[in-house]
């Protein structure tokens, strides 16, 4: 068994929050736009970290992290980019990999909005946490986490974090 901290979009912003919320989870996973090789080695250091770079991360992120990530967790195949699209409207670059590799959970970030939604045509659960830093045009920072155990993913919870400004 393991829970699962999930954000994106920090763009560089550290919150103590973070820590708090993340405290009681196994692995943390960032799903773009992290914004700074600080912010990464903060939270490597809390957990085992796993990450993708967004489309404002330099090169010394993108030199640290695939633009797309493939990995089980405890029996779930995962894949894990920045920008995905959603059921129904994924993102055109990452479609055909999207539907070869058939993941039982697909996380992509970037939209700022967040949203958890089955797709039955993949029989897979897609997960955009939202933004959990202080730039862009959504109201609230948010991040989420849940329970993955023996193929099941469980006990969800999206946290507030509050205003961005």
Request: net charge negative.
């Amino acid at each position: 068994m393991k829970k699962i901290g999930l954000l994106s979009d920090t763009h560089g912003y550290w919150d103590e929050k973070y820590a708090k919320y993340f405290g009681t989870c196994d692995e943390i996973w960032h799903a773009g736009d992290i914004g700074s090789v600080v912010l990464a080695e903060q939270f490597a250091a809390m957990k085992p970290f796993r990450a993708v770079y967004g489309n404002i991360d330099g090169q010394e992120i993108r030199m640290m992290f695939p633009k797309v990530a493939h990995f089980q967790v405890e029996g779930v195949q995962v894949m894990m980019t920045h920008i995905g699209g959603y059921p129904g409207r994924y993102y055109p670059e990452i479609r055909a990999e999207l539907f070869a590799s058939q993941p039982a959970l697909f996380i992509a970030g970037h939209s700022h909005i967040l949203k958890v939604q089955y797709d039955p045509t993949l029989r897979c659960l897609h997960i955009n946490p939202g933004a959990a830093g202080k730039s862009g045009f959504h109201q609230q920072r948010t991040l989420v986490r849940f329970t993955i155990d023996d193929e099941k993913m469980y006990d969800l919870e999206v946290i507030e974090l509050g205003d961005r400004h």
